[in-house]
């Protein structure tokens, strides 16, 4: 299975800090080895690395990276989801599953040269809607659903109740 990464673009701290969290936090819960965020912001990623000190896995954040930087040096095939791209059903088979990926979100309005650099863009569905809600979708496709209930191996351990909150705590 591919190793899947997240290039953030756009990402404005004051702004947008709840949103970029719930990106890379989805990313996280959904299978991603690690996120990059274009603008550097330490308490973004001291508050991820937080959560995976506390919730186990080895997802990694690196912000102050040019996404240019990361799309040319990447190797493997790059995903931009946009509400313009190509049918998300469409789309996902022709992604090759032996090679990783990194999946570009926006924030704002995106520069043209991501959709030209792109190997592919994707919509999930043709709707404006969320950055979040367009990955989750599409992680979850594309990994199908294997990652959500995958053990993290955390200090922090949830688990499922129909009704109240079972939390292993390895910590105490
Ligand atoms: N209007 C902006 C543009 O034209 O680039 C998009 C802003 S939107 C709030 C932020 C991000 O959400 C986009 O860059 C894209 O990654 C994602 N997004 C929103 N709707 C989407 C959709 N229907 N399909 C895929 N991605 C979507």
Do not use: C
């Not at 819960?29 to 506390?54: H, M």
């Not at 990276?65 to 190797?75: C, D, I, M, N, P």
């Amino acid at each position: 299975m591919s190793d899947i990464w997240i290039m953030r673009i756009g990402h404005r701290p004051q702004r947008d800090k709840r949103v970029t969290t719930h990106v890379a936090l989805s990313a996280r819960a959904l299978g991603a080895k690690g996120i990059y965020v274009d603008t550097k912001d330490e308490v973004l990623e001291s508050n991820i690395r937080s959560v995976v000190d506390r919730f186990g896995g080895d997802y990694t954040i690196e912000t102050g990276v040019r996404w240019q930087k990361a799309v040319k040096e990447f190797e493997g095939s790059v995903v931009h989801l946009t509400m313009y791209g190509q049918r998300v059903d469409e789309a996902l088979p022709g992604i090759p599953k032996d090679s990783d990926i990194m999946v570009v979100v926006g924030a704002e309005k995106v520069p043209p040269e991501v959709y030209q650099q792109a190997d592919f863009n994707i919509s999930v569905g043709n709707q404006p809607h969320s950055e979040i809600a367009a990955l989750a979708i599409f992680l979850d496709r594309f990994t199908e659903g294997r990652a959500l209930y995958s053990d993290r191996h955390g200090k922090m351990t949830v688990i499922p109740n129909s009704r109240g909150k079972t939390v292993v705590d390895l910590s105490e």
